[in-house]
């Protein structure tokens, strides 16, 4: 069954604003994670939070995880038209890396 | 170096036929696993592999479903019977071992249409 919701669905913002989106999920995690995927193409990772850390950056990107709301957000900062792609959150419950990845947000970055 | 590579990239087929399709993951990865993703979702855990051994087959929709990975290496997915309910995208990623917190890579999919 599928863990996580993201929320929105769909985004769309301008090259250089910041976009954020959520993810929850309904068990308790070993880790999460974030993909992207671009129209056509396989899943790049991200980033990965494990459930004893509450905030991750690499780059651009600022992830934040809390288990109390089984909750995280990924915040994409000073937006690019190459950010423009779908976003997964993904989580493993138990520890064998089998993850269940939500529905995805739609980003759409406008030039 | 190479990544995952699955073929073929697309494949049509008709009701009821056999398909099969392959993964090469990257070369040293033991961890292989094999995903579906329908149109607007995300995808959605089918098996794994451990070596030549499958970890993990509860993802399977049912017995029409089948993989292999004899050599510990390339895996192949084996629908019989298709039905229009199997058209998705079949994604295969590999990861140096099974382990939590290995990054998973994907290959590019391989789109299944049934008619």
């Known amino acids: 069954s599928q863990q996580g919701e993201e929320d929105p669905q769909a985004l769309s913002i301008q090259e250089g604003e910041n976009a954020t989106m959520n993810c929850s999920y309904k068990?308790?995690?070993?880790?999460l994670q974030w993909y992207r995927q671009n129209s056509g193409r396989g899943l790049v990772h991200l980033i990965l939070i494990r459930s004893n850390e509450r905030e991750k950056h690499s780059g651009r990107l600022r992830v934040t995880l809390d288990t109390s709301k089984k909750s995280s957000s990924l915040l994409i900062t000073a937006s690019r038209a190459a950010d423009t792609a779908s976003y997964f959150c993904a989580t493993d419950a138990n520890g064998n890396n089998r993850l269940a990845f939500g529905k995805g947000n739609q980003v759409v970055v406008i030039p | 170096g190479a990544g995952v590579s699955q073929t073929p990239s697309n494949k049509v087929t008709e009701k009821g036929k056999y398909v099969e399709l392959r993964c090469d993951p990257i070369s040293g990865h033991t961890a292989l696993y094999w995903y579906r993703q329908s149109l607007g979702q995300g995808p959605e855990f089918l098996i794994y592999f451990q070596g030549t051994g499958a970890a993990d087959d509860s993802g399977l929709p049912n017995d029409r479903f089948f993989a292999v990975r004899p050599e510990g290496s390339v895996s192949t997915l084996k629908i019989q019977r298709t039905e229009r309910g199997d058209s998705a995208v079949y994604l295969c990623?590999?990861?140096?071992?099974?382990?939590?917190?290995?990054?998973?890579?994907f290959g590019p999919g391989t789109r299944l249409t049934v008619l």
């Open positions: 990623a590999s990861s140096r071992t099974s382990g939590s917190a290995n990054e998973q890579f």
């Open positions: 068990t308790s995690i070993n880790n």
